[in-house]
């Protein structure tokens, strides 16, 4: 047995490398992650294709019992995740021929694209979707840690289903509204990534208030700047909404 774990990057199959299309040309099963999109796998229909939801990769034994060369496909680096990572940890403990093909993922390059310095980029953040009964703040204090340090922060927001930037800002402004320590005011200028990597990419900077009537493509990604050098705050103007 053989498996590959498959970095898909931004825009698969586009994103998609040499390497990682070689290897899934020549595997007997291709497991998808359903948070990829299997759009891209036409040219593959003629594979085992399994279509894996998280359970299924949790609990991730059946992969084994699989022959031949297999390819676990995910959007991004797939060594992000720890669930894919646990799957190749298992697979090495196991002495199963492993290779891991890397590729573009959101952190750091939603900071880096827009000229934010990396070694000024603080541990990213998820923001999950509010519901009546789910509403935590923890993410504002892992915020405000980062921003009070100098450090960049990039926000994850939520994609099942994908969080707007209407109500992602809505959170923000809703959790700032209880903890009280001005990180999230109507002033406070992000950066909005919509569909990084792709033709249809957008990149918006600007004050909160502005950014509310603003309906970018999903998925989403913000970026809160801390402390910016010359260098940085030149580079983000080229994406201010008031240039």
Known sequence: MIVGFISAGFNPPHSLTLEELNFM???????????????????????????????????????????????????????????????????????????????????PLAATRVGLHVY?????????????????????????????????TIILLDTVPPLSLKDALGELLEMESEKRQQLFTKETKLVVISNLGRESESILFGKIEELLSKDPEVPITLVLPSTLHFIEEEYLQIFNINK
Do not use: C, Q
């Open 120 to 152: 000024k980029v603080g541990p990213p953040v998820s923001l999950p979707r509010f519901t009546e009964k789910f509403r935590p703040y923890s993410s504002y204090d892992k915020i405000l840690r980062n921003f009070t340090t100098g450090l960049h």
């Open 25 to 107: 040309r020549e595997s007997d099963y291709i497991i998808v992650d359903s948070y990829t999109s299997p759009n891209f796998m036409k040219e593959f229909e003629s594979k085992k294709l399994i279509i894996a939801n998280r359970e299924m990769l949790e609990d991730f034994n059946w992969i084994f019992e699989l022959n031949g060369k297999v390819s676990i496909v995910s959007p991004g680096d797939i060594t992000v995740a720890t669930t894919h990572y646990n799957i190749y940890l298992e697979a090495v403990k196991r002495g199963i021929n492993s290779k891991i093909y890397h590729n573009s993922t959101i952190f």
